[in-house]
């Protein structure tokens, strides 16, 4: 009798293991918000998303075990198994949240705008605290005199270099060009890096960079900790999508900047360091790489109709690993100030991210089934940024992290520099 071929076995082996990876993180996510809801009993939205935790933990179980272990079969060679980079890398044993208690790390942030008020608001909102702030510096008069009337708990300090020198993490979230400057003197210091996403404009500059930063840094892309990727996830485990076969990508804005971005108009509509593919496209690129490999094969091209202003809109085409990837975004198509959709397709079905936040699966008969225990993007923002907290702490200790690598970052970064670089200007 011919003796079975081992290809089936290692892929049960990988399946197991991922098995085993996804109960144990979900097991210690779940524990962790529900030790937390006695603190969090103040928001309604923080209450939902510790059940939502609690049930998609025992969810996501179930259907890992059904996929992987009851049947003894494993996935078919022509399934795709999820990257071991799309579970969060959180410790099996869960996180010991009196021991960061006891032995708080301090985190300085470099820029007031709109992303370093959201994480110092997430640091201020801890219960019980992972991480405190060693102080906030922005060259902008302006925003250290806002920051004085609405965190007057928190030290202004008198530049970048007094943050580094007061921190063990630096959260820099600057304009992009300024982005890599700040953390070379915050690694030369001995300290982690935490930085906004781009992570730089300038390309060669940023290889060079992650080449000698190592793993001592990580990049802000939420989607790391999002819940709804969580519930894609266990869906894909679960086999509704089956072997991928393409991923599209759909980005719409009102205007540009958004409504609330107003302030920082300045650059965020420059040529330089602006434009929704750096600061959106680049959310999706990111997801895309994450679960299914890094992004190459690009031919893509911009309108930038408007001298001097950014992008206006995008076409591309690539390739995550080996799965095709169509991707397309415009400004002054929707009447939302923010629209978009990611959406995963295979021989079985697709799953798809709505908004950034609400996870749907297609039925059979072509409708689109959104997860019972969705939540708003205003919802579930804080509960991913305490997340990403969480993987700062790990980042800063040495420790296994979920966080997005440098690496992945510069991948990312090198597709929307070249996006933006096949852009065709305006006439005169």
């Not at 969810?59 to 022509?78: E, F, K, M, V």
Request: proline letters at 6%; aromatic letters at 6%; one cysteine or more.
């Amino acid at each position: 009798m011919t003796p079975p071929k081992p290809k089936p076995i290692a892929m049960r082996s990988r399946v197991c293991s991922f098995r085993q990876r996804a109960r144990c993180s979900l097991t210690a996510e779940a524990c962790r918000f529900r030790k937390a809801a006695k603190p969090l009993d103040r928001s309604k939205a923080s209450n939902r998303a510790i059940e939502a935790w609690s049930r998609r933990a025992a969810s996501h179980r179930r259907c890992i075990d059904d996929r992987a272990g009851a049947t003894g079969q494993g996935l078919q060679p022509s399934a795709r198994v999820p990257s071991r980079n799309l579970l969060p890398r959180f410790p099996a044993q869960g996180w010991d949240s009196q021991a960061m208690h006891d032995d708080t790390l301090s985190i300085g942030i470099i820029g007031a705008g709109i992303m370093g008020e959201r994480l110092l608001s997430a640091i201020l909102d801890q219960s019980p605290p992972l991480v405190k702030v060693s102080g906030v510096w922005d060259p902008a008069p302006s925003a250290m005199e806002r920051m004085a009337t609405t965190f007057p708990q928190v030290p202004r300090l008198t530049d970048a270099a007094a943050i580094i020198a007061a921190s063990d993490c630096v959260y820099i979230a600057s304009p992009p060009a300024s982005h890599l400057d700040h953390a070379r003197a915050a690694l030369a210091a001995g300290r982690s890096v935490f930085c906004e996403k781009p992570l730089a404009v300038d390309v060669a500059d940023a290889r060079a960079f992650v080449a000698e930063a190592g793993e001592r840094g990580a990049v802000n892309f939420p989607f790391a900790s999002s819940l709804a990727v969580a519930t894609l996830m266990g869906w894909i485990a679960q086999g509704a999508v089956g072997a991928a076969s393409r991923i599209t990508v759909e980005v719409a804005f009102a205007t540009w900047p958004r409504s609330w971005q107003a302030d920082a108009a300045a650059w965020l509509d420059g040529r330089q360091q602006g434009g929704f593919t750096r600061e959106v496209v680049s959310h999706f690129l990111f997801l895309s790489r994450r679960l299914m490999g890094p992004l190459h094969g690009l031919s893509a091209r911009a309108a930038f109709p408007e001298t001097g202003q950014s992008e206006r809109a995008i076409e591309a085409r690539l390739m995550a690993g080996d799965i095709p990837v169509e991707l397309t975004g415009r400004v002054g198509t929707t009447a939302k100030d923010d629209h978009n959709i990611w959406m995963l397709e295979g021989d079985r079905g697709a799953v798809r991210l709505c908004d950034w936040s609400v996870a749907e699966r297609r039925r059979p008969d072509g409708t689109w089934e959104r997860a019972a225990d969705a939540l708003s993007q205003v919802e579930a923002r804080p509960i991913a940024l305490r997340r990403q907290i969480e993987g700062v702490v790990q980042l800063t200790r040495g420790q296994p992290h979920h966080l997005a690598t440098l690496d992945e970052a510069l991948n990312v970064q090198e597709i929307v520099e070249a996006i933006l670089a096949g852009g065709a200007t305006a006439a005169g």
